[in-house]
Structure formats: structure tokens, C-alpha cells
């Protein structure tokens, strides 16, 4: 079941929300469409300054605006401006060209010239859902600022874009006044001599997409600057409760940070019960005697050994073990753990098709002068250790460069306790390849994403038998409000954890918010450790009882001023402790965040 905001609500929301803006999104009064249209002037209800205060504004079609007092003079329909016309003739009026190019407006395309005089200060005109004579698309909104200290904004549809003709973008006093070479607005920071400033822009070449453009009056001259107006977007935030995972790991992307992590220490896994507690330190490196035998690995490959005690596990006696030159030893053939088995790779670990133990990096026996990993059981007490040791095994590098590293992995056959010793990892990161590191352990199957963990300060941990996805939300399609045209957004909720389990009851609520918390709000103090709200307010809450994945719907209609912004977070109920690892008291978890950004296009 879904329930929507109504539209009244929704306006008064967004309004409330309303922030900084490029697009002035109440376009205002329809003054025409067509083609080559210069209409008559209108009021401006701003005295703007330039050289002398104007009044009026003739709108044309083709992207320019004519100043005057009363009533323009030297107007043209023509879309194809030369520099003797952006100048103009003695005695015609200033002309503000936010695109002058030859643009036409159809119905059909819900196009239109409009302006705006009620915004106190301001003069509005846009040309909305235009394209370029003779062409059927880009079909993009064009919008020019004046106010009434002299200044100009020109915004620019994240697809405007002029293909058949040049265009022209500035401004100029008018009444034949000196042209100045054309300058390039992207760049920003250019300064006039005198009330004319101008880019003239090859076909195919217009470059202020997504761009707003400001001129600072300065009296007699401009000062430009320029700006980016985002389009309308969804940006996901944060990280919902709870992924649960059947395995661990900790992922460093490269061989440079290795070293500080993993050299002289050591990792421990003690079975208990279905799964391992797991402990950082412990262990202590056993070099190879003389009853160790050379592995037949190679490059990338793996290797069936039998040890004379099967090892104990969780999940019962195992034999033989499978090793791989990599650094992974697993229960069972590991070798196709991903199609390049040299790269470690969060996905590959989690989808693995063998229970395993990793510490995954590309190792290189086969290059000329490495060590080799070796084999041997020592019976300690009543318990017999198989010892694994890639004894100063080469790191792929380019060029190549002697770099060897030492590691262990100690599998007390009797007992199922694992051991990862490093002596000294390498951390030359030149590897054409990738240096990466994957250490930790994981069963057959995939498992949920537990993200990677800091093992030097995430452990002890007691790995898990369940697998449990965070609850997410998402968003589409974009906010995209205009002057004439809104949209409905669909918020989508996934993962949502059944109220009472094996019910089959699945109770969430989706709320949207003026404000968001970007870092977070940890709700441990309401009995929700690890569930962090994003969102400041409960602004608007909407319902959902159905599956596992619902979705609510958002009605953004026409006229939202752009730059407005929206937070939204998902919560879903559940019985308190009923969680794996009985997590949550409170009975709650939640999602991700979600930042909502409102624009024309």
C-alpha cells in the first residue's frame, strides 16, 4: 500500500524548502510563441541603469532583449546578429543577448517566451522548450535576470546547445557603441572597458550548458563572472541497518598501506559453534624446517594438499585443502573464486564459491629469484599444526624489482584454530595488475556486504550465521520542476526486514524532511546502535505496508524554485531483538539517506 503527499501539501513544503537559486522557476506571464517574433514593450517594473535608467523591454524570440523608456529602437528579428548589429546603429536601444540565435517556439514542445515583473528588484524573461529553427532538438530553457542595480544573469539548460547557426551571448549599450574583442564567458573573471561584452559561439560549439553567467555593473563597465547551475538530481547519503554478513574482511585498494597494517601482526579464528571468534594478535611466526616441502605452485595457480588430520571446522572435518598461490586457502577448489584471481575483489570474496581463508594479493613464485611456498606439520603436544608459508615470495612490480613478502597461515588440524601471521609485507604499489590486499575469512555462497573493517580495531568479532541487507532507498526519476511542468518522483524502499519473523508482515515508513544530517545522527541512544538518522525533521511521513520493497510517490509540480532541496530517510519496524546477533532494542531500523535536488532540467 502507498500513500502519496497531496499536491497542495507538496507546494507549501517546497516552498518552505526553498534555498539558493540559478533558475528563477516562476517563469511568469506568457508573452507568445513563434518565430523571428519581436513583441511590443513591455513594463519592466525595475528602472535598470545603463548609461540612463530603462523602463521598458521589447522580448524577441531569438534569445535578445531591446531596452528602452518607452519604446525600443533599431530592433531586429533576424536570429543571425552581425557585430555591427550586437553593436547597434547611433540612437538604438542597449540589447541583452542571453542566446541570440535564430530560436523558434512551438506548442507542441510547451514552449514558450515568458516574463516575470512581480519579483521585487528584478526583471525575469525566459525562453522555455526552445530549439534552434530548423532543427528538432536540442529542445532546451534559456533565462535572463535583470535587476535594478544594473546587474545581468544569464542561466543555460544543462542541454542548450545551438548546431545550425553561430550565437551570441553579452550585452551592449547600443547607439553604435565601440566594439571590444569578444571575450570567453566559461572563463569567467573578464573585466570591460566600457557597457559591451560579448562571445560569439561557432555552430555545435556553445559552451554554457548548465552554466549561469553573471555581469556586475560597474557604471560604465562589466565585471563577469560565471557558475555552475547543477541539474535536478538524486544523491544517495549514508548507510542504512544493518548489513549482517556470514563474512568478514578488510580491503586496502593498494600495497602502500599494507605494510603499516599487517606487517609483525597477526590474526587468530577459534571455531565456536557454527562459526570463529576472531581476534587481532596472538600468533607468532614459526619459520620452516626441515620437513618442509616446496609447493608445486606456480603463477596464479593452486594446489590439492592432504593433511594427515583432517582439519576441524564449524561445519565439520575437511580434507583436502586447497592452496592457492595467491594467498587463499579453502576447503575446496578455489581457483575460479573470479575470472582474474590475481586482483582481489570484494564480489569475488563474497560470492566465492568455496568456504576460505584470505590473505588475498598478487604473489608471484615464478619470477626469477622468489622464494616458494612450503608445506609442513609439526605435532605440538597432542595436536598436529600444518604450517603454510609463502617464504619471501616475489610481488608483481614494473619494472620488476626484488620485493618479497613473508606470511603464514597455522591450521591446528586438531582444533580448527587458524592462524594468519605477516612477517613483512611488501608495499610497492607498480603493479600493472593492481597491489591490493583482501584479508579475512568467508563460507561457500554469497554472503551479504558487511563493508570492510579496520581488523586492528574492529576485532574480537564472533562471525555470524545470517545474512542481512540494510535497508536502502532510492529515488527516481529526477526533480525536475519548470515553469510549466513538474514531475513525480517514485521513493523506493528495499530490504525491509518482516515486523516479526517468518510473519510475512513488512511495516516502513518513508519520511521527507527540509533538512538532512550529511554525518549522521547515531541512534544508540534510543536503543538503536549503528542506525543513524539522516534526516532533521519528520517533515512529511508516508506509510508503507506491504513486501519487502515498496514505494511511495512525490508530486513536484511546476514552479519549485530551483536549487531547492529535499531529505529523505526510510525506517522500518521489527520485534525489538529479534535481529541476528539481537541486535536493536528499539525495534528499528533504517536507510540510507536521500538528497532530492530540484531544477528545470
Not at 518607452?70 to 531586429?76: C, D, E, I, N, R
Not at 597477526?266 to 624446517?289: I, K
Not at 550465521?465 to 536502502?472: C, D, E, G, I, Y
Request: proline share 6%.
Amino acid at each position: 500500500m502507498l500513500r502519496s503527499i497531496s499536491a497542495l501539501a507538496a507546494l507549501s513544503l517546497f516552498v518552505s524548502a526553498a534555498s539558493a537559486q540559478c533558475f528563477i522557476s516562476q517563469y511568469g506571464t506568457l508573452v507568445g510563441l513563434g518565430d523571428d517574433v519581436v513583441f511590443p514593450d513591455v513594463p519592466m517594473n525595475i528602472s535598470f541603469p545603463m548609461g540612463i535608467n530603462y523602463t521598458h523591454a521589447a522580448i524577441s524570440t531569438n534569445g535578445v532583449i531591446f531596452l528602452s523608456t518607452g519604446t525600443a529602437t533599431g530592433t531586429t528579428n533576424s536570429g543571425y546578429p552581425s557585430l555591427a548589429t550586437f553593436q547597434g546603429a547611433a540612437g538604438s536601444s542597449p540589447r541583452i543577448s542571453a542566446m541570440w540565435n535564430d530560436l523558434e517556439f512551438l506548442a507542441s514542445n510547451s514552449a514558450g517566451v515568458y516574463f516575470n515583473d512581480t519579483i521585487p528588484g528584478k526583471f525575469v524573461v525566459t525562453w522555455a522548450n526552445a530549439w534552434e529553427w530548423n532543427t528538432t532538438s536540442p529542445i532546451f530553457t534559456v533565462q535572463a535576470q535583470l535587476f535594478s542595480n544594473g546587474d545581468v544573469v544569464f542561466t543555460y539548460g544543462s542541454n542548450a546547445q545551438t548546431t545550425a547557426a553561430d550565437s551570441t551571448s553579452g550585452l551592449s549599450e547600443g547607439n553604435g557603441i565601440a566594439t571590444v574583442p569578444d571575450v570567453d564567458l566559461l572563463a569567467g573573471n573578464n573585466l570591460s572597458a566600457s557597457r559591451f561584452m560579448r562571445e560569439l559561439h561557432a555552430a555545435g560549439t556553445f559552451d554554457l550548458a548548465g552554466q549561469s553567467v553573471t555581469f556586475v555593473n560597474l557604471g560604465a563597465a562589466y565585471f563577469q563572472t560565471i557558475a555552475a547551475c547543477p541539474s535536478a538530481y538524486h544523491q544517495n547519503y549514508g548507510t542504512g541497518c544493518y548489513n549482517i554478513s556470514d563474512s568478514f574482511y578488510h580491503y586496502m585498494d593498494n600495497c602502500s598501506t599494507a605494510p603499516a597494517v599487517l606487517n609483525g601482526q597477526s590474526m587468530v579464528l577459534t571455531p565456536a559453534g557454527s562459526g570463529y571468534v576472531v581476534t587481532w594478535g596472538g600468533g607468532v611466526y614459526v619459520p620452516p624446517g626441515g620437513g618442509a616441502i616446496t609447493l608445486a605452485i606456480t603463477d596464479d595457480s593452486e594446489v590439492q594438499q592432504t593433511p594427515s588430520v583432517a582439519l576441524s571446522t564449524p561445519s565439520g572435518p575437511v580434507s583436502p585443502l586447497f592452496i592457492h598461490g595467491n594467498g587463499m586457502i579453502s576447503h575446496a577448489a578455489n581457483n575460479g573464486i573470479q575470472p582474474i584471481n590475481y586482483t582481489p575483489d570484494v564480489g569475488g570474496f563474497l560470492s566465492a564459491p568455496a568456504t576460505g581463508f584470505f590473505s588475498w594479493h598478487d604473489y608471484n613464485t615464478s619470477e626469477v629469484g622468489s622464494g616458494q611456498i612450503k608445506y609442513e606439520e609439526v605435532v605440538v603436544g597432542s595436536n598436529t599444526i600444518a604450517y603454510i608459508t609463502w617464504d619471501q615470495v616475489e610481488n608483481y612490480s614494473n619494472p620488476v624489482v626484488v620485493n618479497p613478502s613473508t606470511l603464514q597461515f597455522q591450521l591446528n588440524l586438531n582444533t580448527g584454530v587458524v592462524t594468519m601471521v605477516w612477517v613483512n609485507i611488501d608495499g610497492n604499489t607498480t603493479s600493472p595488475f593492481g597491489s591490493a590486499h583482501l584479508i579475512g575469512w568467508g563460507p561457500i555462497g554469497v554472503s551479504a556486504d558487511g563493508g570492510s573493517l579496520n581488523l586492528a580495531t574492529a576485532l574480537p568479532l564472533v562471525t555470524s550465521t545470517s545474512n542481512v541487507q540494510a535497508l536502502a532507498l532510492s529515488a527516481a526519476p529526477s526533480p525536475v520542476s519548470s515553469g510549466v511542468s513538474g514531475t513525480t518522483v517514485i521513493y523506493t524502499t528495499t530490504n525491509i526486514p518482516e515486523i516479526v519473523p517468518s510473519s510475512g508482515v513488512y511495516i516502513s515508513t518513508n519520511i521527507i524532511s527540509l533538512g538532512g544530517i550529511p554525518a549522521g545522527l547515531d541512534l544508540g541512544f534510543l536503543g538503536a546502535p549503528g542506525c543513524n538518522a539522516y534526516v532533521l525533521s519528520l517533515d512529511y511521513m508516508q506509510a508503507m505496508i506491504g513486501g519487502p520493497t515498496n514505494t511511495v510517490t512525490l508530486a513536484i509540480p511546476a514552479g519549485v524554485p530551483s536549487g531547492t532541496q529535499l531529505f529523505a530517510q526510510s525506517i522500518a519496524l521489527v520485534t525489538p531483538n529479534s535481529l541476528p546477533n539481537g541486535q536493536n532494542a528499539f525495534g528499528m531500523t533504517v536507510s540510507n539517506g536521500v538528497l532530492s535536488y530540484i531544477a528545470p532540467f
